[in-house]
T-cell receptor, first 116, second 115 residues
Framework: DQQVKQNSPSLSVQEGRISILNCDYT??????FLWYKKYPAEGPTFLIS?????DKNEDGRFTVFLNKSAKHLSLHIVPSQPGDSAVYFC???????????????FGSGTQLTVLP | ETGVTQTPRHLVMGMTNKKSLKCEQH?????MYWYKQSAKKPLELMFV???????ENNSVPSRFSPECPNSSHLFLHLHTLQPEDSALYLC??????????????FGAGTRLSVL
């Protein structure tokens, strides 16, 4: 069963408006959350992260909000630009324990299309 | 030179072939990863290497054989694959596999088709 879910496979937004991408998780041991962006024919690139001890992290036009009680996070992009059109992946990680890797668990992605 | 380079970008192979995927990172990282991404599915972690030692193998079939000769290079040797192994194979690297939040940097991937 998927521990990280992105229930919207696609989202279309007008240029200049806000894009909101959502992500839900089930594992309460996750303590870091990351967003990646992927253009066609390129690998995913890191966008922004948030620790579970925070509820908001902002970097320029990108803000991630975390609601731990609801096990939900969202990525806000404002204002949206056509160059933001890409697949956005939510990922979560938990401490793997001594000697173990901190693995990233990914969602299946949301295709964002920003219309000019 | 980009941070993480994967070759080839595309590969078509028969079920009896043997081929290898190559990954090279120029970021000075110590950890390297192989992921598989099938259509409309999340990225699935296959292998983790830390300082060229394998630390994780997520129940991957033995027809996939990784090799990490040093911290900058990672290979995935393929033999007797099945059509369901057709997918995008992504390599990633990070400074340390146990660091927080373990930001990983990805290559562009190899699109593999098994006939």
């Amino acid at each position: 069963d998927q521990q990280v879910k992105q229930n919207s496979p696609s989202l279309s937004v007008q240029e200049g408006r806000i894009s909101i991408l959502n992500c839900d998780y089930t594992n309460s041991m996750f303590d870091y959350f990351l967003w990646y962006k992927k253009y066609p024919a390129e690998g995913p690139t890191f966008l922004i992260s948030i620790s579970s001890i925070k509820d908001k992290n902002e970097d320029g036009r990108f803000t991630v909000f975390l609601n731990k009680s609801a096990k939900h996070l969202s990525l806000h992009i404002v204002p949206s630009q056509p160059g933001d059109s890409a697949v956005y992946f939510c990922a979560a990680s938990a401490n793997g324990g001594f000697g173990s890797a901190r693995q990233l668990t990914f969602g299946s992605g949301t295709q964002l299309t920003v219309l000019p | 030179e980009t941070g993480v380079t994967q070759t080839p970008r595309h590969l078509v192979m028969g079920m009896t072939n043997k081929k290898s995927l190559k990954c090279e990172q120029h970021l000075g990282h110590n950890a390297m990863y192989w992921y598989k991404q099938s259509a409309k599915k999340p990225l699935e972690l296959m292998f983790v290497y830390n300082f060229k030692e394998q630390t994780e193998n997520n129940s991957v079939p033995s027809r996939f054989s990784p090799e990490c000769p040093n911290s900058s290079h990672l290979f995935l040797h393929l033999h007797t694959l099945q059509p369901e192994d057709s997918a995008l194979y992504l390599c990633a690297s990070s400074l340390s596999p146990s660091g927080s939040p373990n930001i990983q940097y990805f290559g562009a991937g190899t699109r593999l088709s098994v006939l």
